[in-house]
């Protein structure tokens, strides 16, 4: 059985074709498309819409899907983060047949949009691991997530057109902790750094308890360097992919930092705000953010795992979502330098091998 994941991102899109090889994911193809820098530059995201025709991007996904030889026609695609309400809600202890209906009261309090809007979903969350996090027997802890139903509709639209089945639609909060984070239980905060814009989700005993998304990305570090050096935006894009295999030092080295922590200021402000608000919930008391794993287009950048180890003081790393992936092991360096841009279709795809 085969499995496509379909990572449809603000800079572009990405493919993802597994295996299920005895219950592991073994991967059989991948490729990609990105948007020309000046598109980027000018696009304008919103997480109520695509963001461009879904038959221009149902066309742009038939063609990956070909060049790549992918076989199968069975696909799953994630919801950004900022097009989804999600909420960890507490109701009292009751039958499990009155619970469908508490859930939509609650909902109907909390979603932003009336609920005949939007598609809901929920799952009941297990009792916590450690007695740090133990809570009070006679509450139940449910997930709730939910999603407007015109994106939803523009997402079946372009797989339609597309010619795929599409199995599944689900939150990148799930892909990104499928292939990131796997079964840890510990507490880690994902940061995905994309073309438009940076989510961030703090994932405990691999369940997304806390998330949020702040329209900076990629394109503001390439408008960032534009300003200060006088270049196209087509060039200043070209400096920063150099500036992210070129080794460390020289005067682009002593450049930089300083000018991405500028970029990236309310980025890391609202992750620490992030951060405290967790801390100082009741149910979390004694748990630890214990590292950042970082993911994303722009994660390769030098200096960008520095900055954000150093302002938060939390450990940092850029993630690797083939970790988890059974390949062939020449491909290890493509797979290396490509590998945290794919980490939302690697997810996607593991979805229904895991």
């Known amino acids: 059985e085969a499995f496509l994941g379909v990572d449809i991102g603000g800079g572009g899109i990405m493919v993802v074709e597994i295996r299920n090889d005895k219950l592991r994911a073994r991967l059989s193809t ?3 498309s990105e948007y020309a820098p000046e598109v980027i530059a000018a696009s304008t995201p919103s997480p109520m819409s695509l963001g461009q025709d879904p038959r221009a991007i149902a066309e742009t996904l038939r063609a990956i899907c070909a ?3 992918v076989e199968t026609k069975r696909a799953v695609t994630g919801l950004p983060i900022a097009s989804v309400f999600s909420s960890i809600i507490t109701l009292p202890e009751m039958p499990k047949k009155e619970l469908p209906a508490a859930v939509l009261w609650e909902a109907k309090k909390l979603v932003p949009m009336p609920v005949e809007e939007m598609i809901l979903d929920w799952k009941q969350l297990e009792e916590p691991a450690t007695p740090n996090a133990s ?14 139903k015109a994106l939803v509709q523009q997402y079946l639209a372009v797989f339609t057109a597309a010619g795929l089945e599409l199995l599944s639609l689900e939150t990148e909060a799930f892909a990104l902790i499928r292939s990131l984070v796997g079964n840890d239980p510990s507490v880690v905060c994902i940061l995905d750094i994309g073309s438009v814009r940076t989510s961030m989700v703090i994932v405990d005993n691999a369940t997304p308890v806390f998330s949020r998304s702040v329209d900076i990305g990629g394109r503001h570090f390439t408008r960032a360097i534009a300003d200060a050096t006088g270049v196209p935006v087509t060039d200043a894009e070209q400096m920063k992919l150099d500036l992210a295999v070129l080794p460390t030092g020289g005067a682009a080295a002593d450049v930089f930092p300083a000018l991405l922590e500028q970029t990236l200021a309310p980025v890391i402000q609202e992750v620490r705000y992030g951060l405290n608000l967790y801390r100082s919930q009741e149910e979390h008391r004694g748990r630890i953010v214990e590292k950042i794993i970082l993911a994303g287009g722009s994660s390769l950048l030098p200096s960008l795992v520095d900055v954000f180890s150093r302002t938060l003081e939390i450990r940092t790393f850029v993630g690797d979502p083939w970790a988890r992936v059974i390949y062939p092991t020449d491909l290890r360096p493509a797979l290396d330098a490509l590998g945290p841009r794919f980490a939302v279709a690697v997810g996607l795809a593991m979805r229904e091998v895991s």
Do not use: M, Y
């Open 67 to 69: 060049q790549a030889k």
């Open 135 to 148: 809570r009070a027997s006679n509450v139940i802890r449910v997930l709730l997530t939910g999603a407007p």
């Open 30 to 32: 991948f490729g990609f």
